[in-house]
């Protein structure tokens, strides 16, 4: 909005020196789309003209506003409005909505306050509200006095309720009085009233109905547009409506079909373009809800799968407590499945309402696994009958190999196991495995190893040789180290990972359980700051699978118990069990918890193994 002064001042070529600060105003892509509720009209083909006389000069005259098309400054789209007055005032000025709501003023003829658009109307409306525009020659100052109605003039214009009564002040100074009315804008400035008014181009409202939750098209739906007069359609068979001869407003527009929640919206339309209004109706219906349980335990299944009618897309998993929800499930029957990783599925019936909870809880029968072989001779690989094979010291699991050396364990519940072997003459086998919920595990060849190959009793290693016997084991469960097995030594590196796992394992050695032995390993890394070496282990393992000694040393702090290019010695003391006797024991070097501050680069050595008998003293 400018004052009748401003404009004549840039009517004269006087140019805008500084504006008041104002915030920085963001412009969306519908800013000549005015919704502010007393420019709503502002479109193209909208024109008003105000005619009289100014109370404080006594000069008779008009005014003339005419919304000519719709362009663009720079990125912004705007409106481009006609200004003409008695006097020969004629240009444009340029106006667009900012995201806040104010009309900001972006041009007047050729003058561009793009980079600081002042505000032409602010988008808050309460009393007192006031902005400023500072000129050469002073400055202008708005003030919204009132809330008031604009009675009927004598051009038959009004009465407008809610009009906005302005107080237009010039360097302090009251210059008149401008009011403006709820759509229409100005109606009154400085003594002259809105003598005619030319409203927008009739437009068109139409678009689809659509299922909120399937995009389904819906028929038959009955739309309303307005209130009055009311408008009435129907959708076709591809959910299509349309409304013609619309005058540029905003209406209500309602939706509504049987099954499905009312829908209400406001739409204003455009002149001498269709606006598209699409609507989504929310079906009727409510939630299913239920625990879904172990049968045989009666215990909560965390992360069981509940699905609505066999729809993936409506899959919701159990919490801790086993619990399952089902929103958004439209009014009539369905059926709800449910099942887990390692439980077999099961499906009931449930009848949903409006806006009401269906309670449908399951228990679940727990799916079995089995796990299959063959046991055969590590040097001949001929197969062993007769054999023990059984699941986590549990005997009520073992079976007996048949004579080409295979077995299956049945009902083997989903999830780790440890897979056992023994056989007369041969080493203790065990294995760490994981069967998945109704899988058949194959274990393929399991070699067992004959006690004949037990290493001596006080076997050293000094890997001259290559590895002597030892053997690379790692885990499904991490990611597998470097290694390397020459240059008189056994290596480990984390290879750049930080969940790394992995260990060299010797072979068995016989040993008295009535002696004490000790084992002492020379280490060494490829680092010269003992900090950045990784954490590593190193164990003495029963042949019955019993860790009976282990050191871990690892980098913490000044990392004074790790290794670096200088050889060290670390010494195990330990003493094993007469069960294991004939199955000798094991040494393993592993590599395990990569710190933060760890080289992940870095490799570790063993460079060397001696067993020593040693005396305890009591």
Known sequence: MMSKSF??????????????????????????????????AWHPGFSSRLDGTDPFSGQSGWKQYVVDGQVKLGD????????????????????????????????????????????FFPAGTSDGEYWNINYLTGQHRFMIHKHDTYGKNGSGYGPYDNSIFIYHYWDGALMGTIVAAPRFG?????????????EAALGTVEGVVSDAWNRDLIPDAEVWLGKDPPRQTFTDMDGFYRFIDLPQKSFQLEATRDLYRDYTANVTTSPNST??????????????????????????????IAELDDDQNTRVQTDDSGAYRLEDVRVGSHTVKAWGATHNAASQGADVTADADTEVNFALQPIDGKITGYLRNNLTRAPIAGAEVQIDDKPETKVVT????????????????????????????????????????????????PESTLLPEGSDFTFADGPEGWALFGSDSFDAPASTK???????????????????GSPFIAFDHKKTYRALFIMTSDQTDPKKVPSFRLRVNSGNNQTVAMLVVNSFDDGDSSPTTDPRTYGLVFSLPASSSTRGFSISFDIVN????????????????????VTVSP
């Not at 929310?282 to 625990?291: D, E, N, R, S």
């Not at 984390?494 to 992995?502: F, L, Q, R, V």
């Not at 501050?597 to 008998?613: A, R």
Request: proline share 4%; charged share 15%; net charge negative.
């Open 275 to 304: 606006t598209v209004k699409d609507v989504d109706l929310v079906p009727l219906g409510g939630a299913i809800f239920g625990v879904v349980k172990d049968a045989l335990t009666d215990q909560a299944i965390k992360g069981a």
């Open 76 to 119: 912004i789209s705007c409106l481009p409005v006609h200004y003409t007055t008695e006097g020969g005032t004629d240009y444009y000025f340029y106006i667009a909505q900012d995201t806040s709501g104010n009309i900001r003023y972006l041009q007047e003829g050729t003058t561009s306050f793009l980079g600081n658009p002042p505000i």
């Open 186 to 198: 100005w109606v009154h400035y400085d003594g002259r009233d809105i003598i005619s008014l030319n």
């Open 486 to 504: 020459y240059g008189y030594h056994l290596g480990l590196s984390p290879g750049g990972s930080t969940n790394c796992y992995g260990y060299w």
């Open 7 to 40: 404009l004549l001042l840039v009517a004269a070529c006087v140019c805008l020196l500084f504006l008041s600060p104002l915030p920085g105003a963001d412009f969306s892509d519908q800013s000549a789309d005015f919704t502010h509720p007393y420019f709503s």
């Open 594 to 613: 990569i710190g933060s501050d760890d080289d992940t680069s870095s490799w570790i050595y063993l460079e060397s193994v001696e067993i020593q008998e």
């Open 402 to 449: 048949g004579s080409d050396g295979k077995f299956l364990i049945e009902g083997v519940s989903p999830g780790v196991h440890y897979l056992q072997a023994t056989a007369a003459g041969y080493l203790f086998y065990q294995k760490r495995v994981t069967v998945e919920a109704n899988q058949t595990l194959d274990m393929g060849d399991i070699l067992l190893s």
